[in-house]
Structures are given as structure tokens and as C-alpha cells.
T-cell receptor, first 114, second 115 residues
Framework: AQSVTQPDIHITVSEGASLELRCNYS??????LFWYVQSPGQGLQLLLK??????LVQGIKGFEAEFKRSQSSFNLRKPSVHWSDAAEYFC????????????FGDGTTLTVKP | DAGVIQSPRHEVTEMGQEVTLRCKPI?????LFWYRQTMMRGLELLIY????????DSGMPEDRFSAKMPNASFSTLKIQPSEPRDSAVYFC?????????????FGPGTRLTVL
């Protein structure tokens, strides 16, 4: 069975500082990995995804993530955080089926200090 | 494209009443998912459909919850009778078929309050 762990429940960074959100997954085969963002009062929106190829993937809003098979990790990064990045971030691993069920982590809430 | 549409956006009801949440997926998407989000339990998958057929309803909390997808453009999640512990935000998401690499597209959610 697939699972996702986001070790950090809440992270606070200063505006302009760099950001890294951790994600570890467990999956028996090559994983389909996703990062979603949820702004207050809204649904989840895809930031980026990975299945194969270059292990560093670029997403929207200046985010990137790096897949490390040896560490079973897919950490999300941003070089310089903006106040508008304050939100909840979810990592997800997708099953290799056409129906496409994904298993989501518990989320990390990001607070940005001015 | 209008995205995934959910109605109502907010629902306040009294314990014991029937509640019906509605979802219109993105046209052409093959899979539809219902989630519940609370502070205590986070984001929970309740049920999902593929080509209008329920695939996995193991996340449905109990018999009070039921979901249907009569056609490719409409789904409902019904709670009867509702209880205060059902208060949550309910999300519907849809996803195109053809590849496991396709992501889910989420609606704005329905905030349910059961008094």
C-alpha cells in the first residue's frame, strides 16, 4: 500500500527566505508524485508533478521539487518566499491505475512572516 | 473551462436532516473523487468513481453516507440523517483518464455545518 509522510505540520519562514517542505513516500513501484497547494477557503491546486525523467521538476509560482529515489523523498523548494505563499501544502503519491487514486499526506501549513 | 463546480458552497442544517451535496466534474474527465476535510482528521478520501462506476467506497464513514454518479456530468453525496460530527468541508475532484500521471482538479468545496 502506498503512503505519504509530511514530517512538518507547520513551518514559519520570513518573506524572502528560502523554503523546503519535506515529503517521504512509500510505494512498491515507481511512484507518481504530486504537490498541491491549498489557499484558505479554496480547493487544492496542483503545483507540480513527477513520474520520470529529470529528477528536478519545475512548477508554478516559482516552486520546484526534487525526486530522490534513494531517500524516498520528494521535497518542495522555493528560493524566495512571498507573503502570498502562505497556505497549506500537500504531497501526494498516485497509484499506477487508470482510475488514478492518490494518497495524500497530512499537509504542511506555511506561515510567512513580514 | 469552468472547472469543477460544487453546490451549495455553504450549508447549515440541523441534526437529523438530510443533506445533499452536488458536483459537476470537468467535461471529459473519467474519474471523480469525494473528500472530506476537517482540522482533526485532515483530508480523507470518501469514495471515487471511474466512468461513473464506484471503485472504492471504503472511506465512507458509515451507512448514513451515500454517493451516486448517474452520468458523467453529475454526482451527489448524501448524508441521511446528518450529525454534528459530519461538519466539515467536502471537496469533489475530477481527473482525466488515460494516464496515472494526470492530476486531480479540485472544486471549491462545500462547507457543511450540522447544528
Amino acid at each position: 500500500a502506498q503512503s505519504v509522510t509530511q514530517p512538518d505540520i507547520h513551518i514559519t519562514v520570513s518573506e524572502g527566505a528560502s523554503l523546503e517542505l519535506r515529503c517521504n513516500y512509500s510505494y512498491g513501484a515507481t511512484p507518481y508524485l504530486f504537490w498541491y497547494v491549498q489557499s484558505p477557503g479554496q480547493g487544492l491546486q496542483l503545483l507540480l508533478k513527477y513520474f520520470s525523467g529529470d529528477t528536478l521538476v519545475q512548477g508554478i509560482k516559482g516552486f520546484e521539487a526534487e525526486f530522490k529515489r534513494s531517500q524516498s523523498s520528494f521535497n518542495l523548494r522555493k528560493p524566495s518566499v512571498h507573503w502570498s505563499d502562505a497556505a497549506e501544502y500537500f504531497c501526494a503519491v498516485g497509484a499506477n491505475t487508470n482510475a488514478g487514486k492518490s494518497t495524500f499526506g497530512d499537509g504542511t501549513t506555511l506561515t510567512v512572516k513580514p | 473551462d469552468a472547472g469543477v463546480i460544487q453546490s451549495p458552497r455553504h450549508e447549515v442544517t440541523e441534526m437529523g436532516q438530510e443533506v445533499t451535496l452536488r458536483c459537476k466534474p470537468i467535461s471529459g474527465h473519467n474519474s471523480l473523487f469525494w473528500y472530506r476535510q476537517t482540522m482533526m482528521r485532515g483530508l480523507e478520501l470518501l469514495i471515487y468513481f471511474n466512468n461513473n462506476v464506484p471503485i472504492d467506497d471504503s472511506g465512507m464513514p458509515e451507512d448514513r453516507f451515500s454517493a451516486k454518479m448517474p452520468n458523467a456530468s453529475f454526482s451527489t453525496l448524501k448524508i441521511q440523517p446528518s450529525e454534528p460530527r459530519d461538519s466539515a468541508v467536502y471537496f469533489c475532484a475530477s481527473r482525466p483518464g488515460g494516464s496515472s500521471y494526470n492530476e486531480q482538479f479540485f472544486g471549491p468545496g462545500t462547507r457543511l455545518t450540522v447544528l
